[in-house]
């Protein structure tokens, strides 16, 4: 959902579930130049919270180091980025739509 959620934004997927061992990006892409890790969570409800509370700092942390390591093996020195949390929130009914929140610049 994720994906079809930001090809429909005009977002060019990079790649998805990027690993090294430093840990994991869920998605990477390109929005207008912008190099953008993005951190997905879906939720049921919001009896927890909202989805991107769960992005807590130290998965914060190791988002940062998966994506300098994307940097320097990619060569992007001199290219702009940043990190979006995607929180999906599904439905227990058919009829009703799973509802997306996108927040840029999260971290």
Do not use: W
Not at 6 to 19: D, K, M, P, S, T
Not at 36 to 46: C, D, G, N
Request: some cysteine.
């Amino acid at each position: 959902m994720a994906l079809q959620y930001l090809e429909g934004l005009g977002y060019q997927i990079r790649a998805v579930n990027f690993r090294c061992k430093l840990g994991e990006i869920d998605i990477i892409a390109e929005d207008r130049k912008v190099i953008v890790f993005i951190e997905v969570r879906t939720r049921k409800s919001e009896a927890l919270g909202p989805a991107y509370n769960s992005v807590t700092y130290p998965k914060q942390q190791q988002v940062k180091k998966v994506a300098l390591y994307y940097i320097s093996q990619n060569n992007l020195i001199n290219t702009q980025f940043r990190f979006d949390v995607i929180g999906i929130y599904l439905s227990d009914s058919k009829s009703q739509k799973p509802r997306i929140d996108h927040i840029q610049n999260a971290f």
